[in-house]
């Protein structure tokens, strides 16, 4: 491969990576945006400033990050913990108490860049019999812009 070539292949794989994650969510085919909407029909959600409040004081919530781990190690919000979305029906258990007594009850908040894949999942621990989740419907770009806590 000529050094034209190698630079070409690394602009453009720099360019693609330098793509947020939102602007991503955005180009997403109807029926995803669809089946999204139908979940945030279904499922408790918050804000930015109640996602805050919580944060502030989150008594017994887990707090869960459900990114991928690289999207967690370049950042997240302080006290989330990481369980991706693809594991999470999978690990969950381990944060509520099973198999001692798995408490179903607990208090779930459940965040992600923009709220999509954390609507998702909150749909899915829905399905499973969690009565208390709750997905943040947020930028987390904005959250790092306006000055909230963010841990690296």
């Known amino acids: 491969?000529?050094?034209?070539?190698?630079?070409?292949?690394?602009?453009i794989i720099c360019m693609t990576l330098s793509?947020?994650?939102?602007?991503?969510?955005?180009?997403?085919?109807?029926?995803?945006?669809?089946k999204i909407q139908a979940a945030q029909k279904h499922i408790n959600t918050i804000g930015m400033e109640e996602y805050q409040k919580v944060l502030e004081?989150?008594?017994?919530?887990?707090?869960?990050?459900?990114?991928?781990?690289?999207?967690?190690?370049?950042?997240?919000?302080?006290?989330?913990?990481?369980?991706p979305r693809g594991v999470l029906e999978f690990q969950i258990w381990k944060h509520?108490?099973?198999?001692?007594?798995?408490?179903?009850?607990?208090?779930?908040?459940?965040?992600?860049?923009?709220?999509?894949?954390?609507?998702?999942?909150?749909?899915?621990?829905a399905e499973l019999g969690f009565t208390r989740t709750t997905t943040v419907v947020m930028s987390l770009e904005e959250w790092q812009k306006t000055g909230h806590p963010f841990a690296k």
């Open 19 to 34: 793509l947020s994650p939102l602007s991503i969510a955005q180009n997403l085919p109807p029926a995803v945006t669809q």
């Open 96 to 125: 509520v108490g099973f198999p001692a007594q798995a408490a179903m009850e607990k208090p779930l908040y459940l965040q992600c860049q923009s709220g999509n894949r954390a609507s998702l999942a909150a749909q899915s621990l």
């Open 1 to 11: 491969m000529n050094a034209r070539t190698l630079c070409s292949l690394v602009i």
């Open 57 to 83: 004081s989150p008594g017994d919530a887990l707090i869960i990050d459900v990114r991928e781990p690289q999207e967690y190690a370049a950042g997240h919000v302080p006290g989330a913990i990481n369980i």
